[in-house]
Nanobody, 117 residues
Framework: QVQLVESGGGLVQAGGSLRLSCAAPRNIFSIIRVMGWYRQAPGEQRELVATITSGGGTNYADSVKGRFAISRDNAKTTVYLQMNSLKPEDTAVYYC??????????WGQGTQVTVSS
């Protein structure tokens, strides 16, 4: 299990922006295959939001395309999720997920994002 440290959640009005961060230990950069963000709203299943591969390829849920952007730092161990034009339906706990080249999965502790109407 890799320890992931998340930050950046909070309360924002509809139309506003937030940026989430997720940091993995620097010494594992060579075994990271994919990092990404998932979210889980009350009573709902956890769903993919956005991912970025070690090669820089990105993938987004249709519901966030054009509004959210995933990126990473030069060390490739911290990922960011820039969330713009937030909607009340984006309200959820957002979880960072890391997949290693050995297919091991680690999750962050989750950070609450609340969008008021």
């Amino acid at each position: 299990q890799v320890q992931l440290v998340e930050s950046g959640g909070g309360l924002v009005q509809a139309g506003g922006s937030l940026r989430l961060s997720c940091a993995a230990p620097r010494n594992i950069f060579s075994i990271i295959r994919v990092m990404g963000w998932y979210r889980q709203a009350p009573g709902e299943q956890r769903e993919l939001v956005a991912t970025i591969t070690s090669g820089g390829g990105t993938n987004y849920a249709d519901s966030v395309k054009g509004r959210f952007a995933i990126s990473r730092d030069n060390a490739k161990t911290t990922v960011y999720l820039q969330m713009n034009s937030l909607k009340p339906e984006d309200t959820a706990v957002y979880y960072c997920r890391l997949l290693t080249v050995d297919q091991l999965v680690s999750w962050g502790q989750g950070t609450q994002v609340t969008v008021s109407s």
